[in-house]
């Protein structure tokens, strides 16, 4: 798929992968073999039918195509964008084993901004219910869910703390990954199913579960508020200036759009040597904004080596070739500032790998007397993010793990009755996709919920 | 969007504003907070509750016109539409019966201690009011104020009008006993006043309102050092125990984008009209 060049896109914040022309989109469907059995149907968390939209893509059909996809996904632009494919329905395919999979992903990505182009069309809604369901938080699980409780004609209201609706999407994921006008396409499509939007309303605070139960009106909820209290190192001088936590730091960029200040209000400051903590996407995302915000070096510090890195090996390498500089098997000890209060430098300890942990992965362990000094002027802490623990505080009854996720089972259900949950507030911090299925799932549960009790 | 119903200018750059903001209105307690954006270009700003009123639906807070978007806020006339607002956020205050409570109010944060004091006033607290500004023209809800307190202090930092600083508390507290301390205004003023009542052990709640971005415990950069662990201002407080504050570190977090907000203010004195509100 083209992209921009690595000299030019770490100077902006446009759209890194360019997407496929339409003959490159035929010529990749046409390699598509049409499995009697299909693997890769497997792999998707929303289980798009994806042999049947690649062979209308294929035959020219694109309306019916991206009608085939959106049987399933509200969202296909954006999980054409950033599912991690090659986790999943790539992994299946076929002909993954003897060469290259079908690029099922870029072939979505295709269909969906080609209806973009285009206008919607709106589905067909079934007939009213008259039952009312409270979705919270417009992310991919919550708007997942709304699309399909709306479509099977249910009355849906998502409430969303945020000024801006998308969740992650807006706050989290960068616009050179995905543009911000493409998740309000697809909120706006969401909402033309007839889904109510309320934004800045942190339930919890502004209504409480039992609240919207009880004297809201709402038949049932659906909790989808995400992983989004960031963690840190808890090393001395973490409170410095110039130290962010990855969502802060994303939060300023992407959904203030401070990169555009002062044309945007938000600020932000990036000094010259910025350091990024953590090898997930997100420590990806931050590092590639940070470059592109005029930083001369930026590092990745991680406390592992390469092969335990949990970020996509596409973003891994698109940082790589913009510029960043992986400092691996490292992890710092102390932050030391100016007089200012701003930090100047990272002291870091050098590390090894040991036997493996409880995740799999060979535990880090301290090199004695290893310790070095970075000299840094921005910080970065991206090492992961816990569950948002507003709703959990505020609802009695609800069951929690002791990690404050909420328990639910496959189908989201909770320990109270009519209250579903899904996504990272349940699994914690995964995929975009992963809570999408989640979504669709607690949809279909909460439908037949609703549909029994009479 | 939420529209303002009433605009009244308390002080010389000191705003009250009443928004029309029935939900938010019927679930404000005292010692909460709201955060505006005026649109879509614009920042996140909290602003402490200063009242609310569930029967008419309305919200009241109080600013300075400082920086870009007060400014802007500023310029806003009744009827007139405010784009976002989000609250209400952060912890209630704890209010019931203490004894006697001894209440620091400074600047536009005169306006929350009013209906701070009320409350407690209604709990069965004894209350001694002090409220300051930096000059005598800058006080506001003065006869309100001294209407709901059993007594009552001035303070100015040039003197202009009642004492001379905060050094006088000194005496007060030292010829009286107090079973609580609640102080609002600026950090350095809070800094003051916790000085001055830890050596008689008051307890001293003190409400912080530090550099916020979401303020619902996402970003994490209004974070303060309390008693050596790591608060989130915006979920953990907005009040915390003021004797166990790391105000030095706070003040430091405080300045981190100055420049970048006088940018942003000089900026659009340039531009002039502010009218590129959305």
């Given at each position: 798929m083209p992209k921009q060049p690595p000299e030019v896109r770490r100077h902006n914040f446009n759209e890194v992968a360019l997407g496929?022309?339409?003959?490159?989109?035929?010529?990749?469907?046409?390699?598509?073999?049409?499995?009697?059995?299909?693997?890769?149907?497997?792999?998707?968390?929303?289980?798009?039918?994806?042999?049947?939209?690649?062979?209308?893509?294929?035959?020219?059909?694109?309306?019916?195509?991206?009608?085939?996809?959106?049987?399933?996904?509200?969202?296909?632009?954006?999980?054409?964008?950033?599912?991690?494919?090659?986790?999943?329905?790539?992994?299946?395919?076929?002909?993954?084993?003897?060469?290259?999979?079908?690029?099922?992903?870029?072939?979505?990505?295709?269909?969906?901004?080609?209806?973009?182009?285009?206008?919607?069309?709106?589905?067909?809604?079934?007939?009213?219910?008259?039952?009312?369901?409270?979705?919270?938080?417009?992310?991919?699980?919550?708007?997942?869910?709304?699309?399909?409780?709306?479509?099977?004609?249910?009355?849906?209201?998502?409430?969303?703390?945020?000024?801006?609706?998308?969740?992650?999407?807006?706050?989290?994921?960068?616009?050179?990954?995905?543009?911000?006008?493409?998740?309000?396409?697809?909120?706006?499509?969401?909402?033309?199913?007839?889904?109510?939007?309320?934004?800045?309303?942190?339930?919890?605070?502004?209504?409480t579960i039992p609240e919207l139960l009880k004297e809201e009106g709402f038949d049932a909820v659906f909790i989808g508020t995400g992983a989004g209290l960031p963690q840190f190192l808890g090393v001395p001088g973490e409170n410095l200036g110039g130290i962010y936590s990855a969502n802060e730091f994303l939060i300023r960029v992407n959904l203030m759009k401070s990169y555009a200040f002062p044309e945007y209000d938000t600020p932000i400051r990036v000094g010259r040597h910025v350091a990024v903590i953590g090898g997930g996407n997100v420590a990806m995302d931050a590092a590639r904004s940070a470059l592109r915000l005029g930083a001369e070096q930026v590092y990745i510090v991680y406390r592992r080596s390469r092969d335990e890195m949990p970020a996509r090996k596409e973003e891994i390498e698109n940082a790589e070739e913009e510029g960043v500089i992986f400092k691996l098997l490292t992890n710092p000890t102390r932050f030391i500032g100016d007089e200012k209060g701003w930090v100047k430098q990272m002291e870091c300890i050098r590390m090894e790998l040991g036997p493996p942990d409880e995740s799999g992965r060979r535990r880090p362990v301290p090199v004695k007397d290893s310790e070095f000094l970075m000299d840094v002027d921005t910080v970065i802490i991206a090492i992961g993010r816990t569950p948002n623990p507003i709703i959990q505080r505020t609802t009695e009854g609800l069951a929690v793990t002791k990690w404050g996720t909420i328990m639910a089972d496959e189908n989201g259900k909770t320990s109270l009755e009519g209250v579903y949950a899904g996504g990272d507030i349940v699994t914690g911090e995964a995929t975009v996709i992963s809570a999408m299925g989640a979504g669709k799932r607690a949809a279909r549960a909460i439908h037949e919920y609703l549909m029994s009790k009479r | 969007m939420y529209e303002i119903v009433k605009v009244e200018e308390l002080a010389p750059k000191i705003k009250l504003f009443e928004v029309y903001a029935p939900d938010i209105a019927e679930k404000s307690r005292p010692g909460q907070f709201i955060i505006i954006i005026t649109g879509e270009k614009g920042e996140r700003v909290p602003l402490t509750i200063a009242g609310y009123d569930v029967k008419k639906g309305t919200i009241t807070f109080v600013f300075n016109e400082v920086g870009k978007t007060t400014r802007q806020l500023g310029m806003m006339k009744k009827g007139e539409c405010i784009w976002n607002i989000t609250g209400p956020l952060g912890n209630p205050s704890e209010i019931r019966n203490f004894g006697k409570v001894l209440c620091v109010a400074g600047g536009v944060m005169i306006a929350p201690m009013l209906l701070q004091v009320k409350a407690l006033r209604e709990a069965g607290n004894t209350v001694v009011t002090v409220m300051g500004a930096r000059i005598k023209e800058l006080l506001f809800f003065k006869e309100e104020m001294k209407a709901l307190s059993h007594r009552f202090y001035v303070a100015t930092d040039d003197g202009s009008e009642g004492y001379k600083g905060l050094s006088f508390l000194k005496d007060v507290l030292a010829s009286e006993k107090f079973d609580r301390c609640i102080a609002m205004g600026p950090v350095a003023m809070l800094q003051t006043v916790c000085g001055l009542t830890k050596p008689y052990k008051i307890p001293t709640i003190v409400a912080l309102m530090p550099i916020m971005v979401d303020g619902m415990g996402m970003c994490g950069v209004c974070r303060v050092s309390v008693g050596g662990q790591m608060k989130f201002g915006c979920v953990d407080g907005p009040e915390f125990d003021g004797h166990l504050v790391d105000f030095e570190e706070l003040i430091k977090r405080q300045r981190m984008f100055l420049p970048e907000e006088r940018l942003s203010a000089l900026l659009w004195e340039l531009g002039g009209c502010g009218c590129g509100a959305s």
């Open positions: 496929y022309t339409e003959e490159q989109a035929l010529e990749e469907a046409d390699r598509c073999l049409q499995c009697p059995k299909p693997q890769c149907v497997k792999g998707c968390p929303v289980e798009v039918d994806i042999p049947a939209f690649i062979k209308l893509l294929r035959e020219g059909k694109y309306e019916e195509g991206i009608r085939k996809i959106k049987e399933k996904n509200s969202l296909p632009a954006i999980c054409g964008r950033v599912c991690p494919q090659e986790e999943q329905c790539q992994k299946m395919c076929v002909l993954g084993k003897v060469g290259d999979s079908v690029s099922i992903g870029r072939l979505e990505r295709f269909l969906a901004d080609w209806e973009r182009a285009k206008g919607f069309t709106i589905p067909e809604r079934a007939p009213p219910t008259g039952k009312r369901v409270a979705v919270i938080g417009a992310g991919p699980a919550g708007l997942t869910a709304a699309a399909d409780l709306a479509k099977l004609g249910h009355e849906v209201v998502i409430f969303e703390a945020l000024h801006l609706p998308g969740g992650v999407l807006v706050y989290g994921i960068p616009e050179f990954r995905l543009p911000k006008s493409i998740v309000q396409a697809e909120v706006d499509y969401i909402k033309k199913l007839g889904v109510e939007l309320k934004l800045g309303y942190l339930i919890g605070r502004t209504y | -």
